[in-house]
C-alpha cells in the first residue's frame, strides 16, 4: 500500500529563514510526486511535480527535489505570505490506477 | 482555478438525509475525482470518472455514490448522511496535456452534518 509521511508537522520560521520539508513515500512504483499548497478555507494549489529520482523543479523561493525515497521542498529567504500548508502526494505506476495518495501535510508559518 | 466550480461551498443537514455536492468544469476534461479532506488524514479519493457515465471507486466509497451524465457536471450523494461525513469535499480534474498527470482542485465544500 502506498504511503506519504511528511515532517515536520509544522513549522514556524522567521522571515529570512531558509528551511526544507520533507516527504517520504513508498511506493510500489512511483507514477508521480506532487507539491501542492493549501491556504485555509481553499482547495490545494498545484505547485510542481517530478518523476524521477534526481529531478529538480523551481519556483520563486520554492525548490523541489526528489530521491528514490523522499522529496524536500526548499524555502529559500521565505516571506509572510509563504505561510501555508504544503502538500505532498504520489502516484504510483499500477496500470489504471487513479488514486493520488496524498500525505497530512506540514504548516508552515512565516514570522514577519 | 482551472475552470472548476463546487456547489453549494457550505452545507449543513441532518443525520440520515439525502445530501448531493455538485462539481462543474468548463474546461471538457475528461477525469474528474472527489476527495474528502478530514484532519490526521490526507486527502483521501471517493470516486472518480473517466467519462460521461463512467465512474469509479476510490479508497473511501462506501456511504457515496456518483453520477456524471455530462462531462462537464460530476455529482457526489449521500444517500443518507451521516456524522462520520462530516468533512470537506474537494473536486478536482487532471489536466488533459500530453502525458499530464497534474490534478487540480476547486475551492471545496464544507459539509457538517448533525
Known amino acids: 500500500e502506498d504511503q506519504v509521511t511528511q515532517s515536520p508537522e509544522a513549522l514556524r520560521l522567521q522571515e529570512g529563514e531558509s528551511s526544507s520539508l520533507n516527504c517520504s513515500y513508498t511506493?510500489?512504483?512511483?507514477?508521480?510526486l506532487f507539491w501542492y499548497r493549501q491556504d485555509p478555507g481553499k482547495g490545494p494549489e498545484f505547485l510542481f511535480t517530478?518523476?524521477?529520482a534526481g529531478e529538480e523543479k523551481e519556483k520563486e523561493r520554492l525548490k523541489a527535489t526528489l530521491t528514490k525515497k523522499e522529496s524536500f521542498l526548499h524555502i529559500t529567504a521565505p516571506k509572510p505570505e509563504d505561510s501555508a500548508t504544503y502538500l505532498c502526494?504520489?502516484?504510483?505506476?499500477?496500470?489504471?490506477?487513479?488514486?493520488?495518495?496524498f500525505g497530512t501535510g506540514t504548516r508552515l508559518t512565516i514570522i514577519p | 482555478d482551472a475552470g472548476i466550480t463546487q456547489s453549494p461551498r457550505h452545507k449543513v443537514t441532518e443525520t440520515g438525509t439525502p445530501v448531493t455536492l455538485r462539481c462543474h468544469q468548463t474546461e471538457n476534461h475528461r477525469y474528474m475525482y472527489w476527495y474528502r479532506q478530514d484532519p490526521g488524514h490526507g486527502l483521501r479519493l471517493i470516486h472518480y470518472?473517466?467519462?460521461?457515465?463512467?465512474?469509479d471507486k476510490g479508497e473511501v466509497s462506501d456511504g457515496y455514490s456518483v453520477s456524471r451524465s455530462k462531462t462537464e457536471d460530476f455529482l457526489l450523494t449521500l444517500e443518507s448522511a451521516t456524522s462520520s461525513q462530516t468533512s470537506v469535499y474537494f473536486c478536482a480534474i487532471r489536466a488533459d496535456r500530453g502525458s499530464s498527470d497534474i490534478q487540480y482542485f476547486g475551492a471545496g465544500t464544507r459539509l457538517s452534518v448533525l
Open positions: 502526494a504520489v502516484r504510483d505506476s499500477n496500470f489504471g490506477n487513479e488514486k493520488l495518495t
Open positions: 511506493v510500489s512504483g512511483l507514477r508521480g
Open positions: 517530478l518523476y524521477s
Open positions: 470518472s473517466y467519462g460521461v457515465k463512467d465512474t
